[in-house]
Structure formats: structure tokens, C-alpha cells
């Protein structure tokens, strides 16, 4: 039996135990975890997981639905292709946006990213009452004008009342 690629949310109310639980089913199907990301959303937990093995879709779902039996969690089990992940061609930056909460920060600033063709890698937001903080890494084109984007961001969110910044990712040295 060939290795598959199997796409798996979890997401519901948080409890002690969910990741033990179903990395435990997983690692039961002999599914590798290649890839993962878990945090908790406003006190609902989400957890999202690339595995690989010889287990299908079924046998997955399967597996995980005695996570699913109270009714506060969710699971969804999905194939998907196997594809070499393309090197970033880019640049990596750090994005990060702060200030009063109010609807259509989120869109109008990652639409300056967009709008020079860079790709949001990773974005997370937070809410600590009334503010509000966005951070996301990017990758930029090589031929962006960093300064250009950092001006038309900081005018955006001028324009809504937040602050925001873009600076180039630290190297890590280990």
C-alpha cells in the first residue's frame, strides 16, 4: 500500500487531552505527522495536521471519531496531493499591526501584501479587550519596494486607527 497525504482538522471546545488523544489514534494508524499547527481561538481549540501513511481517509475518520462522541469537537480527514513544497523565492518579513479593535483590519492591510504579490506564510491575531494585534510573516517578491509596501501599509492602517510595522525576520543562529 502506497503512502498518502491526509489532510485532518480538529476544532471545537478546548479540554486537557485533545492533542494526546488524537496523535495517539494517528500514531495507532502508523501516521507520520509531517506538518501541524494548534492554538486556541477565543477559548475553541483548532488544530490542523499533514500526515502521512498507508491509513485511508476512512480509517482516519474512523479512528478520530471517539473525539467527536460529546459533540464539542469536530473532525475532518482529506487526501491530499503530495507535492515538493517550492523554496520561497522571496524575502521573509514580519508584519505586525496593533491598535483599537474595528471590523476590516485584517482585509485592508493583508490586501497591501497582496497587492505586490507577496504571500502571507503564517498570520495570527489576538483580541485583549479592546486591543487588538495582528502579526504575520510574509514572503515578498525580490523586486518588491520594501519601503513602498512599509509606507502604504503604515497609510492603511493610519487610516484606521491602528499602527502598524514591517521589518525583515531575524536570522536565527543556532
Same mark, same amino acid.
Given at each position: 500500500?502506497?503512502?498518502?497525504?491526509? =489532510?485532518?482538522?480538529?476544532?471545537?471546545?478546548?479540554?486537557?487531552?485533545?492533542? =494526546? *488523544?488524537?496523535?495517539?489514534?494517528?500514531?495507532?494508524?502508523?501516521?507520520?505527522? *509531517?506538518?501541524?499547527?494548534?492554538?486556541?481561538?477565543?477559548?475553541?481549540?483548532?488544530?490542523?495536521?499533514?500526515?502521512?501513511?498507508?491509513?485511508?481517509?476512512?480509517?482516519?475518520?474512523?479512528?478520530? *471519531?471517539?473525539?467527536?462522541?460529546?459533540?464539542?469537537?469536530?473532525?475532518?480527514?482529506?487526501?491530499?496531493?503530495?507535492?515538493?513544497?517550492?523554496?520561497?523565492?522571496?524575502?521573509?518579513?514580519?508584519?505586525?499591526?496593533?491598535?483599537?479593535?474595528?471590523?476590516?483590519?485584517?482585509?485592508?492591510?493583508?490586501?497591501?501584501?497582496?497587492?505586490?504579490?507577496?504571500?502571507?506564510?503564517?498570520?495570527?491575531?489576538?483580541?485583549?479587550?479592546?486591543?487588538?494585534?495582528?502579526? =504575520?510573516?510574509?514572503?515578498?517578491?525580490?523586486?518588491?519596494?520594501?519601503?513602498?509596501?512599509?509606507?502604504?501599509?503604515?497609510?492603511?492602517?493610519?487610516?484606521?486607527?491602528?499602527?502598524?510595522?514591517?521589518?525583515?525576520?531575524?536570522?536565527? *543562529?543556532?
Amino acid at each position: 500500500m502506497s503512502q498518502t497525504l491526509h =489532510a485532518i482538522t480538529v476544532l471545537g471546545h478546548d479540554r486537557p487531552g485533545i492533542i =494526546a *488523544e488524537t496523535t495517539e489514534r494517528l500514531a495507532g494508524l502508523g501516521l507520520n505527522l *509531517e506538518d501541524s499547527t494548534m492554538t486556541l481561538l477565543r477559548g475553541h481549540f483548532a488544530m490542523m495536521l499533514v500526515g502521512s501513511g498507508t491509513a485511508s481517509d476512512t480509517e482516519i475518520a474512523a479512528a478520530l *471519531e471517539p473525539l467527536t462522541t460529546d459533540g464539542t469537537l469536530s473532525v475532518t480527514v482529506r487526501e491530499v496531493p503530495v507535492e515538493d513544497a517550492p523554496a520561497a523565492a522571496g524575502t521573509p518579513w514580519v508584519l505586525t499591526v496593533h491598535g483599537g479593535d474595528r471590523a476590516g483590519i485584517v482585509s485592508a492591510v493583508v490586501a497591501e501584501v497582496a497587492r505586490v504579490g507577496g504571500n502571507i506564510t503564517d498570520l495570527t491575531t489576538r483580541l485583549a479587550g479592546d486591543l487588538y494585534l495582528l502579526i =504575520a510573516e510574509i514572503d515578498l517578491p525580490l523586486d518588491v519596494d520594501q519601503a513602498g509596501l512599509d509606507v502604504a501599509i503604515r497609510e492603511v492602517a493610519g487610516g484606521l486607527g491602528v499602527g502598524a510595522s514591517l521589518r525583515p525576520v531575524e536570522t536565527d *543562529e543556532l
